[in-house]
Nanobody, 115 residues
Framework: QVQLVESGGGLVQPGGSLRLSCAAS????????MGWYRQAPGKQRELVAT???????YYADSVKGRFTISRDSAKNTVSLQMNSLKPEDTAVYYCNANHHSGRYWGQGTQVTVSS
């Protein structure tokens, strides 16, 4: 069982930045891929960004050029740097891991973009 713990959410003004981190209970290289999803009130959960074990990255069109996913193998963490935040980025952000034993989710962290 893989455990994921997110941190770094909060309230930020439009145009501001936040950095989310996801700490995994085992080596991130044991995952086929890790990523970030988000769910806004009344909407379905959507993919934001992923990073594969080989280092390939994918971004949703809505965040390209503003968000960057990265990893730190020494700390077993995957991070999401979010710049130029917009009110429509407001959501609960979830870390996800695709492991050979299954798919795992963190508990979520709230990001609110508001003036």
């Amino acid at each position: 069982q893989v455990q994921l713990v997110e941190s770094g959410g909060g309230l930020v003004q439009p145009g501001g930045s936040l950095r989310l981190s996801c700490a995994a209970s085992e080596s991130i290289f044991s995952m086929n891929a890790m990523g970030w999803y988000r769910q806004a009130p009344g909407k379905q959960r959507e993919l934001v960004a992923t990073i594969t074990v080989g280092g390939g990255t994918y971004y949703a069109d809505s965040v390209k050029g503003r968000f960057t996913i990265s990893r730190d193998s020494a700390k077993n963490t995957v991070s999401l740097q979010m710049n130029s935040l917009k009110p429509e980025d407001t959501a609960v952000y979830y870390c996800n891991a695709n492991h050979h034993s299954g798919r795992y989710w963190g508990q979520g962290t709230q990001v609110t973009v508001s003036s």
